[in-house]
């Protein structure tokens, strides 16, 4: 813990020094009192991974394209942890609530039906926002990353009251989460949110560093999980 809120102090100022001229005034009020800019669940399918994918025709013509920009489109405000919607389907599905397995070791049949609960999770439009067309076993850099999320929440992590903690517990319909810009509000929504109200399979204590690791490495999916951007 100690260690982790000294590399977390040595981050803040780091980030202070090294993006001073680029950071916005701080109107964190305002910021939160904008919501237009992306609706909660919709329209956010074809920037699941911008930059990566060269535009390809959109396959639902109904939903208008959010036009790609290079910074993650976030959220004006961190989506608080809720009750996954899911715990029916999962046990229907035949997964143990009590020890979840890893992703890859699921039958072929519980994959395929997993499936459409990580595409509802994140709100993607299609099963595209992870695949390619046509392909499914082909490894794609989302592909990688809702592994990792599984193993790493999943797996090993509870509700505040030991319940099952799925991707929609914290994504609820959204891909993006976290509101990086002001890093006020996201230390402290780590600390109520994902420190305060999820628990341990194991029931030991949570801390920073059960996601981010004893040197509070903040760029869990990069460093942590070695997937680049
Ligand atoms: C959030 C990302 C994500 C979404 C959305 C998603 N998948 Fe997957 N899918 C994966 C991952 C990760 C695997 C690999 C699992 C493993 O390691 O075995 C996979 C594997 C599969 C496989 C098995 C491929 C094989 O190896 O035989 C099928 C079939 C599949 N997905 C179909 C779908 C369908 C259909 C949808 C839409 C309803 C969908 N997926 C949506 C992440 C996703
Ligand atoms: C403990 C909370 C938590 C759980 C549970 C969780 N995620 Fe995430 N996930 C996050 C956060 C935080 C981010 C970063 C979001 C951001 O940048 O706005 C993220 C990002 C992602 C991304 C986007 C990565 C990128 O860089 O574009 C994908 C895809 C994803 N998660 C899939 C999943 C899937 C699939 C599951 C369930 C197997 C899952 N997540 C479960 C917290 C969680
Ligand atoms: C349940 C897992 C979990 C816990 C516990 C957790 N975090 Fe996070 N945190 C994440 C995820 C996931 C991300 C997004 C990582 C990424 O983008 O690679 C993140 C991102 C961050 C970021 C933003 C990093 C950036 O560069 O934008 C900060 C700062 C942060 N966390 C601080 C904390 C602090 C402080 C605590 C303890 C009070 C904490 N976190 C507890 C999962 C967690």
């Known amino acids: 813990m100690k260690h982790a809120a000294l590399a977390l102090a040595l981050w803040m100022?780091?980030?202070?020094?090294?993006?001073?001229?680029?950071?916005?005034?701080?109107?964190?009020?305002a910021?939160?009192?904008f919501d237009g800019?992306?609706?909660?669940?919709?329209g956010e399918a074809t920037a699941a991974s911008e930059g990566e994918k060269p535009a390809k025709p959109a396959k639902t013509a109904d939903k208008a394209a959010e036009p790609?920009?290079?910074?993650?489109?976030?959220?004006?405000?961190?989506?608080?942890?809720?009750t996954t919607k899911f715990e029916a389907e999962l046990k229907k599905i035949g997964i143990n609530l009590k020890?979840?397995?890893?992703?890859?070791?699921?039958?072929?049949?519980?994959?395929?039906?997993?499936m459409p609960?990580?595409?509802?999770?994140?709100?993607l439009d299609t099963c595209q926002g992870c695949h390619v067309e046509?392909?499914?076993?082909?490894?794609?850099?989302?592909?990688?990353?809702?592994?990792?999320?599984?193993?790493?929440?999943?797996?090993?992590?509870?509700?505040?009251?030991g319940g099952t903690l799925f991707c929609d517990s914290c994504h609820g319909g959204n891909e993006h989460v976290l509101n990086r810009k002001d890093k006020k509000a996201l230390q402290a929504f780590m600390e109520e949110e994902y420190q305060g109200k999820l628990a341990r399979a194991n029931k030991e204590d949570m801390e920073c560093g059960t996601c981010h690791?004893?040197?509070?490495?903040?760029?869990?999916?990069?460093?942590?999980?070695?997937?680049?951007?």
Do not use: Y
């Open 13 to 29: 100022g780091a980030f202070a020094g090294a993006c001073g001229s680029a950071t916005p005034p701080p109107e964190t009020a």
């Open 31 to 33: 910021d939160k009192e």
């Open 37 to 42: 800019e992306s609706p909660p669940g919709d």
């Open 68 to 82: 790609d920009e290079d910074e993650h489109e976030a959220p004006a405000k961190s989506t608080p942890v809720q």
């Open 99 to 114: 020890k979840i397995p890893e992703l890859e070791k699921l039958s072929s049949a519980q994959k395929k039906k997993v």
């Open 117 to 123: 609960l990580l595409q509802k999770s994140l709100g």
């Open 134 to 161: 046509g392909d499914f076993k082909k490894e794609t850099r989302d592909m990688k990353v809702a592994r990792e999320m599984w193993r790493n929440f999943v797996v090993p992590l509870r509700s505040e009251s």
């Open 213 to 229: 690791g004893d040197a509070m490495e903040t760029k869990i999916i990069e460093k942590l999980w070695n997937i680049p951007e």
